[in-house]
């Protein structure tokens, strides 16, 4: 069964940090993009990051350049979001997804899918002193 199971949420204070992991089966990681999505209760949902697994390209959205880190274990088909510096309005349920690489154009400056084809269950993240 092909799925992609979020873990690594939780509470932390401001400044603090959190790894989350993104972990797919049933299906290698060589042909999707991986997107992280946040949705905060009352607004919309913000992509947050991407990496593309033919070719490692890297995308962040402004709102965590500097702070956020995406990378990939190839062996253990897991991508992972590592948050320093967080903040409060970091705070919001974490998603990712997996789109095809044919559906999908990651750059420095973009990320975008046409359509995903596996999404994670989502993970909390609250950042509160």
């Known amino acids: 069964q092909e799925q992609l199971v979020e873990s690594g949420g939780g509470l932390v204070q401001p400044g603090g940090s959190l790894r989350l992991s993104c972990a797919a089966s049933?299906?290698?990681?060589?042909?999707?993009?991986i997107h992280w999505f946040r949705q905060a209760p009352g607004k919309e949902r913000e992509g947050v990051s991407c990496i593309s697994g033919s070719d490692g390209k890297l995308y962040y959205a402004d709102s965590v350049k500097g702070r956020f880190t995406i990378s990939r274990d190839y062996a253990k088909n897991t991508v992972y979001l590592q948050m320093n510096s967080l903040k409060p309005e970091d705070t919001a349920v974490y998603y990712c997804?997996?789109?095809?690489?044919?559906?999908?154009?990651?750059?420095?400056?973009?990320?975008?899918?046409?359509?995903?084809?596996?999404w994670g269950q989502g993970t909390q993240v609250t950042v509160s002193s």
């Open positions: 997804a997996a789109a095809d690489l044919a559906h999908a154009v990651v750059g420095v400056a973009i990320c975008g899918a046409v359509e995903y084809d596996y």
């Open positions: 049933g299906f290698t990681l060589d042909y999707y993009v």
